[in-house]
């Protein structure tokens, strides 16, 4: 697992195409002291990903170009991205579709930040 580097807890990537719920939950994250990057839709969060590797991705579910669970299980099944935490954003309640792709855990929009910050530091 790659090293978060000086004075950052985690590194985060957040993917959600709405741009300001995304920045939102970015600053939010980076205030708590996390490096945090961005990304807005499924193919670019997969490119990120292999480049950024991140501790942790939180993704939404529903995304243009691929959706969240196919980011999971693009995710999953590059070795080096497979120890990575992720954490499945929806409106919806697609909890059971969430895990079955391979997101650890599952926070139902809109997002507790609080219970984002506790998965982030378990």
């Known amino acids: 697992m790659p090293q978060t580097g000086e004075g950052w807890q985690k590194r985060v990537l957040v993917v959600e195409d709405h741009v300001d719920l995304a920045l939102g939950i970015g600053t939010v994250l980076h205030m708590l ?3 945090v990057e961005t990304a807005f839709d499924g193919s670019s969060a997969i ?20 959706d969240g669970l196919e980011v999971a299980r693009a995710l999953r099944v590059d070795p080096r991205l497979r120890p990575v935490r992720l ?24 997002a507790n930040l609080r219970e984002l910050a506790r998965l982030l530091a378990d």
Do not use: M, N, T
């Open 87 to 110: 954490i499945a954003l929806s409106a919806q309640d697609r909890a059971d579709d969430a895990i079955a792709a391979g997101f650890d855990h599952f926070v139902k929009k809109p």
């Open 33 to 35: 002291g996390h490096w």
């Open 47 to 66: 490119e990120k990903a292999r480049v950024f590797r991140p501790h942790a991705v939180v993704c939404a579910l529903g995304l243009p170009k691929l």
